[in-house]
Each structure stands twice: as C-alpha cells, then as structure tokens.
C-alpha cells in the first residue's frame, strides 16, 4: 500500500482527496494536514464524511510528516507548495502539487501572473505538467497538476493544434464554471443570493489560466480566454474557437467534421479518460462527480470555425480525481485505479 | 458472481441500478430490458453511460429471460411487476420490486390508494418489505422496495413508536423532495421555468406513501404526510413531528434531548447506513449519492414536541441503492458491498 | 410627496425599498444611510440600479437627518434602531422599523430572545405591530414592522385561532426559507456550493420569529417553529399544522374544507395582498417579487389535522413591501400604492 | 387608451405582456387568445395572475377580434403569424409580431433556415425589424420583434460593425441562455433533473437566430453563433469576439479599451434601455425583469481581440419587453411607457 499524505486537507480538493483515496485499492492515507482546523476531526468540519473517516487533521509540519508518506498531495493556495516541495523531495516523497507553483517552465511567466517571487525557479525543469493524457508522467517525481480550466481547455485544442489545421492565432477559449471553482472561500460572487440565477463573465482577458494553457498548447500560441460563472455546484463547460486554416495552405483535404473527429479519436485512443461524443453535445451533467473529459468538435462551412466543446467536472479531472490519476502513473498503478467512477445523473 | 436482470432500465431507478451493479464485486449484470428503448444501447439514452457500459436494451420478455437471472430487480410503474413476478418466482430467480405492488400486506389498502386491482393478492404475506434496518431480509425470495419518501420518514420514526415515548395520533411528517422524485416523465411541475426557484406542497394530506409509512409503524397508526416538491435535483429530507407523552403516562424519566439520541443510537448501532447526528443538522447534501440516512433529533421544551429531521438521497437509499442492500442481504453478502460511496460534496 | 430616509439602506431589504419607494406615486426619497459605503453611490453597491437613481448613502447622522424626512425606514441589525427611535420621534418623523426591536409589547421576551438590553421598554406601549391584515395601522407613528417567517406564518394562522376550531396547542409550523433570508452577509451556510442542492433545518424549536408569532396570535399560544433553508433565492413557504377541535366540543358543525375556506375567505376579504386559493396550491413563485400572501387550506379527515399553506416572498411581504405597505396606512395612502406589482413568472 | 389584444397568450410571452400591459399607463387589454386554453381565465392557467386579471381567453378567431383592437401582438410559434397579419392589417390594427414570421427581408433566408413556406412575402418589405435602438419604429405598422439571442447580440456588436474597427469574419457570438429561452412546451432537456447543474451547447453553429443576426449587421457578415443552456430560469449572456482591425488599415488611433467604451457610449447615448459599464462586468442578474441590455467591452492586447459582454432578460428586452418598447414608440408613446421597471435583485 501506498501510503499518501495531504496537506491543506479542509480545501474542497482536499476533502475530495480523501474520499477518492480512502477507496483506492493500493493506497492508504497516512495523514491530512490543516493549518486552520488542526487537531480537529476532519468530518466535524465536513459532516459528509462521518462514519467514513475519523482521520484528525495535523499541524502541517512538513518536516516531521514527509518521512512518513510515499505521496503527499498539495492542496494550499498558490506560493505555498513551493517553499515545501524541496523539504519533501528530500525526504524521498514523491509530490502532486495542486497549486500553481510549479506549472510554468519559466519562472518569469509565474511571477508575472502570479506576482508571487518564485523560491525554488531550479526545480521547475524537473516538475511534470500533470496532463497524462499529454505527457509522460511516469517516473516523476514532482507533478503540477493543472488547472481545472486549463485541463478542460487544453485536453479540447491540443490534438488540434498538433494537426496543424488551425490558424494558431486564432483562438478563443469561452469557458463556464459551476461556483465550486471558486473555492471554499466566502465572497460576495459566491454568495448564494448574488450569484443564484445569474450568468457573468470575471477576469476577461487577464485569468491566470491563460499562460498556462499556451504553455501547454507550445507553438508561441497567444489565445483570448475568459471564464464566466454559471449558477450551479460543479462542472466546467470550455467552449474554444478556431478558425481552419484555408484548403490551399493546408495542402491536404479540406477540413469537414468526419475529419476533425478522426483527429480527435485517433489521439484520444487509449485514454481511459477522455471520451469523444460523435452525435451528442457534452454536459457537464455527464461527467458530473468522474474524472472523465467529454469532447465533441462541430465545423461551421459557412464561416470556417472548428468549435469544440470539452466537459470536466473541475473538482475531479478538473483537480483532485486528475491528483489520483497523476499518482497511479507515478508509482505504476493502472491510470484508472481508485477512479473507476460512474456519473451522478440526474 | 450473481447474475442480475433489470426490468425497466431507462428510467432513474434503472440506469442508477446499472452504476452500482456496475461497480458491485459480487454481480454481473446480465440483461436488462426496456419496452420503448428496446434494442437501443444504454449509453444512447444516458450519454454519462458511454464508455462505462454498451449494455443493449432487450424486449422485457420476462418468461425468456426470468432463467438467465439469479435476480431481477423490477423498475416499472405501480401495477406491472405483479403481472411477472409469479413468473420470475417460478423460474427460480429471486426479486427485488421498487415499485409499490408487493409492499402493503393487506391487498385493499394497496387497491384504495393505487386504484388498481392486485392481481396476485395471495403473494402478499411472503414479500418482505425491504427496510432492512427494520425488517429481516435474509431469505426473502421477493422483496418489495420502500418508497423513497417511507424509507426516510419511517427511519425517522420506528424507533420513537417502539419507545411508547410519543403519542401516536400526533405525527405529522413535512417533506422536501428533490424532482428526480418525480421521475423521468415530463410534467408541467418539473418543467425547469415551472420548477425553480419555487417550492410547494402537492397531495397534501392524500400521497400514497401514508399508508405504506402507517403499515411499517403499526399499532393502527394514523398520521400526516405532506410532501414538497424544492428546487433541487436529488434529496429527501423528512422533518417528522410528535408529542411526547406526558411524564405521568410514560411511568419513566422526562424526555431529553439526551434520552431520545440514546433510543436512536441504540436502535441503529450495527447498521451501516443510518448515521445518528449529535451537533449538526442533517442536510440532503451530506447523503448526496449515497446510500445514508442522516439523522437527529431535537426536544421543545416550550411545547412538548419531538423533532425528527431524517435525510436521504432518494435515489440512492430512498430507491435503487436500497434495492442493492436488500440483494446484498438476501444473497447473505455483506450489507455494505458495493455501496461503500463517498457523498459528493460539494 | 412623502419625504422619507432610509437608514441602513445597503442590505437587501433597504436596497428593495430603494426600488419598490423609486416607483411609489406619492413618495420621494430624501436621503439614504449607510456606515460601511457611506459617500458611495448605491448603484456602485448595487449596479443594478445603474441609470435608475444615482443616490450617495449618506453616513448615518440620524439627528441631522431626522428632520429631512416625513418618514424613515430602518433597516439595521437588531439592537440599534432603538437608539435612533426616540431621536426620529422627537424630530416629527414617522418610522417604520424592519427590526425586531419594536415587535415585542414585552421587554423581556425581546431580551431572553434576542439577548439584547432593551434601551427604550417604554416606547414598545406606542409601537404597533405592523400586519396590516390584523393590526391597525392608520395613525401610528412607530410601526414594527413584522418577520418574514412571522408574516407567513400569523397570516396562516390567525383566522383559525380565531375561529376557536382548533387545539391551541397542537400547532406545529414548518417553514421554507430562500437563501436572500439570511440576508447579504457572507456565511458557509449560505455560500453558493455548501447550500446549493440542499436542504436542512435550523435554528430547531429555538428561532426568534417564534416568540413573535405566538404574540400576534395571543392566547397564551406556544407553539414549534421549525425554519428551513431551500436552495432558491426569495419565498417563505410555511406549511402549518394544526389539530382541528373534536365535533362535541366545538359546538357547530363538523369541520370540512369548505367551512375552513369560508372562514379565511371571510377574514381576508378586502384585504389585497392575502389571496385565498381554492383549487391550487400556493407557490413562492406565483407571488415572487411581490407583496401578495397566497393562502391555502386543507383538512386530513384521517387525522382531524388542519393544514394550511402559506406563501410569501421573503423580501417584499415579508420585509421591504410590507413596510411600505405600512407607510401607505400611516399615512393615508391607498394601501396598495406602489405596491401593484406582477409576480416574475416563470 | 390604446386597445392591445394579445394573440396566443398563454406562452410565456403572452403572460409577460399581459402583466407589463395591465401596468401600462395608455394601455387597455381588449382581449387575449389561447387555442389551447379556450373560454378558461387566464388566471387559471397561471395562478400567479389571480386577482390581478380575471380576463378569459377567447378562440383566436382573428378576423372577428382583429377590429377590436388598436395594437395586436401575435405571440404564437414560428409560421402561424403570417397567415393572420394580412388581415388584421386589413382591419386597421397595428402588429407586433414576436415569432420569425417578418424578421427577413429576403424570404428565401426566411424558407430556408426555418423550413416554412412563406405566405406572404410582400408583406416582409413593409414590415420593420423591431430592434429601436437601431431602426426607426414611429410609423411602422408591422414590427417583427427580434429573437431574444438577435437582440443581445445585434446590441453588442451593431456600434461596433459600424465603427469599422473589426475584421467582419472574425465574429463568434457565445451566448449563454436560461432555460424559459426554451418556451413553455415540455422537453427532455428543460426537465428539471435533466438540465440543472448542467450547462451544455446545442445548435452549435446551426441556430435560426444566426442569420437575423447577420442580416441587422449587414455588409454580407458571416459569423459563427453558440448557444447554451444554461441552469437559471431567466437570462442571456452573449460573450461576443472580434478581432481589431490592425492599427495600419484602421487609418487612425490603435484600438483601446478606452477609444471602444466611448463607441459604445456614444452609439446608445439617449437610449434609455442600453446601460454601458465601465467597471463592472454585466450579470444576467443586475437586468432580471427589465427591459435593460447591459454592456461591457474589454480588449485583450495580447490577442489583439475585442470582447463585448452583453446581458438581456430573454423574456422582457428579449421579447415581451421589446414587444412594448415597439408598441409605445408605434404609437408616438414615450419609449419607456410602462417599462420603467426595477430589476428584482437578489
């Protein structure tokens, strides 16, 4: 058995850890850290998990606690992995870090979005972007798991990008998230009364996503990005816009949906993961509570736009279910163990 | 492995059936069937499916298919697993019936609420009514499934009518149910606009769960039921309300607050789903998914009446997980097997 | 014109009666208070009413501003309009206070409720209770105005009370809340992903509205509330019980629903915010953003239980809308001036 | 007073009219047609109109009522109008049609995206496209009222397209509906379980409203349009992109965020129903129950993308609303005659 650890457990990804951990075949939760909750029970402070767990959260001493797991997963908002990760990785840990600290090759891009100094630029050549569907995460021993608009964004234009048939300055990504994306923190957006019943867009332009997605899509890639908050729990709907690139320069077939889908099929074969619809349009219903990512890609002739739609729950793929998965490969378990979920519907 | 037949798979209670035999370590599903969805693929009528399983939907030719079962859980309308079960008993498979025909003793009171005429009275006295918490199922051959909104408000209630601690006439059970409640059926009333953001009563004081709650309480029980119809997708939660006989007539101790946790905490020691809560509140949330009843109970000094507040998912416990439990116990598996599911939350 | 202040005007309600005195015929708003966004624009607050007014919340210095308005609506926490009152009073303006520092005849029953010292127990003597459908109003000058769970509530209540037909202490009220009840403060319990897809009781036998409606109904009434929080934004859905009088002791006729209908029928006639239906069942939705009381009533013949249903938008009749309501009747106005609203449907 | 009838009023359109018309100060509803709902009070057909209108739905018999009324909106499905207006224009009405019926100049546009036979072609060269912040309606006697998705978006880009500031094939319209956008007919996709805590696209790159769109903005645009589902009850968002002109062909000043506010506040200057934001994003919830179409623009440097955020209740700008809008400035009325409505928020 594995044995795992969890630091910043009371987040949502935290607590979702937990309950995908706790039935993972191979794994057993060693210990769960909680600055704000420590040495309280982790199911007084989530009332769901009584009777599944009586796991106590710990003062997070990484020091102490990284000599007593295999994995720890990092569940902390963003600056904070970075100054553990070194103490971790010398206690011969393995670590999935679900912040941002260590998505980014170059440090300057971090800084730059995050305005957070980065403490340990070194390691950002070893880390591995946790996108297994993309890269290779076998043999790693320090994952950065994506972001959840990112994982929905990227898993939707990479094939495509790779098939050379978009106009690469093209790209638009229109995303929506349930407000769960918005973490367990109290605010004004996600206070029930002011976003119930309401549609908005936030961050236009300027979410801290955006690098991250380019990074991963490579090619110099610029892309407009905007998140909007949609009134429900869970789930994130991305829905990206490239323009084909015209027959003549393409110097193959024309572009047509039969096509596009052979694309996406082709390099989604074997992904336990990723599912490509061919005659419905993904909900975020769908994949509600899984790791799972539908995709389904429209051609619209008259105006020469690829559309593609790309469904995640955001607290699964999105986050704590791609950890497991990013886990399962480090330590060569099969990429579905402790994920073998079925949807909530309805 | 025991092999399982579903009749009547397209509709909620099937499809989530499917999802949780899938994932059972003891049971293949070997057929299921569905008259308007006949040779379709599953995952066509529930895209979430896709992927999981490409299970097709047979013709419900039961007297065919009763010998391929070990056995059958039927998912139909009131009035229609009458119709097979003599046959599926005949052919040696055991049943498992959510619907409302095998579950009063008495074939008249079935008659005078459902308006439908048994036409096997005589199998009556030999189902068991499946609320394993209260009833014994080992060695059922045909168990009748609770109604969603009886199997909560009944969970909140046995144990208060066996302490003689209430007086019986007073009852009144409030529920809230979720509108998967009602089914797959279009209606005006679960029609989205209709629907949210507003929350009422319907068949007040006439719903068919009365008597099936009234039957399992016995002692010529007569009490209340007001169902509620809230803007929520899955839930039930049931706030029950009696008088608490007065201190000379119950020739014991003063009701406490205390005193009434110790009887639930007594009746439900041992019993895997029913969780007892001390310092929070039940909420639909902390069930979500899952195979738990939550719940508490409050005393008012000010005017003698006990509260019960009972908490389901009422497709999961209130239905088709329920459904497994009583497999599970009639097959003499552990309770628990295939229902060890984490709550979604949030 | 009516000049009239409101104190406190950045919470839900003084924003609603912002809107609600905007469109009044007969008023004009003078000024508006707020400590936390004092010289701010409203519409920055609330930029829903962009290019509606463009009013600036004054810092709320009531003894100058006492004498610029005819009447003042405060709309603060409890415990601090009291110390306004007397000041407002003195100036010659009316008040019309949506606290619950008014509400009770007795200082000690406000102070075991609300843990509260009262400041000002002899004004409670002049303060009228401000249901307009059971108090009069016309002539006061300090008005109360009620809770949203307590307007629901009496206005199921009183006309049975009254009639004698039912057991005093046998009542029982259920009610459901929308979140906007708890107000604009940021809470866990009403944080967009905790209470979505949810529902729970609270505050069990121990809510403040309590005390407040058995006052209203008098009689040495003590009865249970039990209140509830439903993943919608606005409506109180009360759903009240209680035990109807046997034949012998009642004196009359037997009671049925049509008897029950004559007499709310008969207490409410005139009176045009209180709707009695007759066939259908009352709904948040169908008096969403309007100060109507939709008023059902039915009768379980099994269990000799009255019920009765109550629905309200939590917001309007149960706050903002009732105040103005108020206002009207202070001062000689049509009571429904300002107040022809059509309910939002769907 | 003008006398309005109202055809087909039991859709939510009708309804909404009817409640904005019984406010209307210069309106009078001479009579309102159902076929399905023939000779019942509309009040019955929906309750929350009790004891605000007792009118009876009559037949649509239209050459009887045409001459009866001053104004007649047709609010029936796509298709149906056409066979009436000849008749009642006969009869000396005015219409308001709010189906597609007269949206096209070019019937054949007409025929081929919604497969209707046109009947009356002629008629489409009179008829005004009642869109009043960008064509003149005074005079008109036959106005097609925009679809909901045409109006937010024709809004959102119209100053825009004029400006000359964008590359015309580089338009995507991602618009994000409330599911009453559905209408009242019952489907599996507007089922409550089915649609909440869900969001996915549907006639992706095939919806109808795409080329009314095209043909309001003119210059032979071709643009791809998104629809979603989104679940709320009421709402549009349209996030609409284009790409700015390079700085060389424009001829003038690079493009600001700046430079594209003042467009737009320059285009809708004295519009009363257009609200430009200059800090703030628009929410589908800050217009909820209004006629108002509020909008924000953003410019994305890094991309050289132009990003319009538009947000409209589709029932009121979107239909209902607009219906008025058209019918007061028709009629020499002050365009915001009985629209001067406060958003309800929360």
Chains 1, 2, 3, 4 share one sequence.
């Not at 600290?101 to 995050?114: L, M, P, Q, T």
């Not at 908005?200 to 300027?206: H, R």
Request: proline share 6%.
């Amino acid at each position: 058995m594995i044995k795992a650890g969890i630091v910043g457990v009371t987040g949502y990804t935290g607590e979702i850890l937990v309950g995908l951990l706790l039935r993972h075949p191979e794994v057993k939760i060693a210990w769960v850290t909680s600055q704000s909750h420590k040495n309280e029970k982790l199911s007084d402070v989530y009332p769901h998990l009584r009777e599944i767990t009586d796991i106590v959260c710990k003062k997070p001493d990484i020091e102490k606690l990284a000599g007593q797991a295999d994995v720890i997963f990092i569940a902390l908002p963003n600056g904070m992995a970075m100054k553990m990760v070194p103490k971790i990785l010398k206690a011969g840990a393995k670590v999935v870090d679900l912040s941002a600290d260590f998505r980014f090759k170059d440090a300057s891009v971090f800084e730059n979005w995050y305005k957070i100094e980065h403490s340990c630029p070194k390691l950002l050549a070893d880390a591995v972007y946790g996108l297994p569907e993309i890269n290779k995460i076998k043999g790693a021993k320090l994952v950065a798991n994506p972001g959840c608009y990112a994982t929905a964004s990227i898993l939707g234009l990479y094939p495509l990008v790779k098939s050379g048939l978009i106009e690469t300055d093209s790209i638009v990504i229109d995303a929506k998230s349930g407000v769960s994306g918005a973490g367990k923190s109290l605010t004004d957006d996600t206070h029930f009364p002011n976003c119930n019943e309401g549609i908005s867009a936030y961050k236009v332009a300027s979410h801290r996503h955006t690098p991250e997605i380019e990074q991963a899509l490579g090619n110099g890639i610029k892309l407009t990005f905007t998140p909007h908050l949609v009134p429900m729990t869970r789930g994130i709907l991305a829905t990206i816009y490239a323009k084909a690139v015209p027959a003549g320069r393409q110097a193959k077939k024309p572009v047509s949906e039969k096509g596009l889908l052979k694309i996406f099929n082709d390099y989604y074969e074997g992904k336990p993961f990723v599912r490509i619809l061919e005659d419905k349009m993904p909900s975020t219903k769908y994949v509600y509570g899984t790791n799972y990512c539908d995709i389904a890609v429209k051609f619209d002739k008259r105006t020469n736009n690829i559309i593609v739609l790309s469904a995640i729950d955001n607290l699964v793929k999105g986050a704590s279910g791609q950890a497991v998965q990013n886990m399962n490969l480090m330590f060569g378990l099969p990429e579905t163990a402790g994920l073998e979920l079925v949807p909530i519907y309805p």
